[in-house]
């Protein structure tokens, strides 16, 4: 992208009112000056979902991850980053702020789906998304089973793209994302199933 391409994609982002097409606009910029790199940019974790669900979890920031070789080092993300006028990092050059957004760049991405990374079109290029059911079966594992615990933040999120799918809002593969769930890195099928149970239940209720 050329500077006057990066300054016109800024100020459409200064524009936006809604923080979550400000975000997703961040994340296309963001994304399309690695990929002219040759990079392969995934939105991950709740980030992802917020985009799935079209800010109805807003998760605060955008968590980046790779996807295939080459990565990123220190000093190309600090390169490509500063590309874009104003942008601060903060805590070394994995986490960088403007406009009140926060973009943080991590490794290589860790995901268990078996079909291709979702894809969302802006006008400034794409932002690729891990697939919704890892995202769904991350979210539920993190909520119910990381720790041993419960977290009411994670649950909440959880709810939310399970929602969303049941909704028919976004499409799922369900023997997919069984699968992820009861795959070991989660382990959280049981989990699955009453989240699911649990938001059937709410909708249904809902609709009465």
Known sequence: MTTAEITAALALIRQET???AKALLLAALVSEL???RGFEPVVVGGSAIEFYTDGAYMSGDTDIC???????DDEQRE???RQIPGIKCHGGVKS???EGLWIDLLGEIDYRADKAFSRLDTPHGEVR???VEDALAGRVYAARCYCSGYDEKDDDCAKKLMAAVLNGRIPIDWEEARRIAACSKYNCLSEFEAVKAE???ELAKSRS
């Not at 790779?66 to 990123?72: E, I, V």
């Open 18 to 20: 809604d923080l979550n």
């Open 34 to 36: 690695f990929r002219e």
């Open 66 to 72: 790779w996807t295939g070789w080459p990565q990123p």
């Open 79 to 81: 390169e490509i980053m």
């Open 96 to 98: 960088w702020g403007i």
């Open 129 to 131: 998304l891990i697939p």
């Open 199 to 201: 938001v059937e239940a």
